[in-house]
């Protein structure tokens, strides 16, 4: 039985409705062997839904809701004032690193009140991107906790918001009480190719991981 879509075949199946199957970008390179589940993590308005759609090779899942007046007193979105929208449930994309490895990205809604969701989007994460915001990095202490509870292995990525202040990495590591071993780089969640250095980082660091593991 051919399972094709009828833009595959070029025919149409009985009754002559045409069957839409997945758009060419959508499908999974034939040669995919390994596939690793990521989240991308972080406070409030820290830029995960546009890292995840800008990184993403199929169109991204976004569950982004217009922030309402119920928000107010709850939410705190000191800092991003002229956010108008926020995720409340997840994002999902993916991206194809080489022609055997295929990331599926998960982004987690930033608002606490959503944090529920995150064990189950944690569940089965190899590893996850820690995005940060310069301007106020107290939105991540939280964050970073849970990760370490959750032993789920990080990179942190400095998102360079056009005035947020810079500051070097060995300061930003003690801000954030991280290990040395912790990769901290800069990031520009707009840009595919910055996003993508990012996710690179991240496998890097979990092969050393691993092969440390290994060793002892």
Not at 12 to 36: F, I, K, M, Y
Not at 106 to 133: C, H, I, K, M, S
Request: net charge negative; with cysteine; aromatic share 8%.
């Amino acid at each position: 039985m051919d399972f094709r879509s009828s833009e595959q075949t070029g025919s149409e199946p009985h009754g002559g409705a045409a069957v839409r199957g997945p758009r060419t970008e959508d499908v999974l390179p034939e040669t995919a062997t390994t596939a690793v589940k990521v989240v991308i993590v972080g406070g409030f308005g820290v830029g995960k839904t546009t890292f995840v759609g800008s990184v993403s090779e199929i169109r991204p899942l976004t569950t982004e809701e217009t922030m309402t007046q119920a928000g107010v007193g709850v939410d705190d979105t000191s800092g991003v004032d002229g956010k108008t929208s926020t995720t409340v449930a997840m994002d999902f994309g993916r991206i194809s690193i080489n022609q055997e490895l295929v990331l599926y990205l998960f982004g987690t809604p930033g608002q606490e009140r959503f944090w529920f969701l995150w064990r189950g989007l944690f569940e089965g994460a190899l590893g996850a991107v820690v995005l940060v915001d310069t301007r106020r990095l107290e939105v991540s202490f939280d964050v970073l906790g849970r990760l370490e509870e959750r032993r789920v292995p990080f990179v942190v990525a400095v998102n360079t918001f056009p005035d947020a202040p810079a500051y070097p990495v060995e300061e930003l590591r003690t801000a954030l009480d991280l290990p040395p071993a912790v990769p901290i780089v800069p990031c520009d969640a707009r840009d595919r190719g910055s996003a993508r250095d990012v996710l690179m980082t991240l496998m890097r660091y979990l092969q050393t991981l691993a092969t440390t593991q290994e060793a002892s």
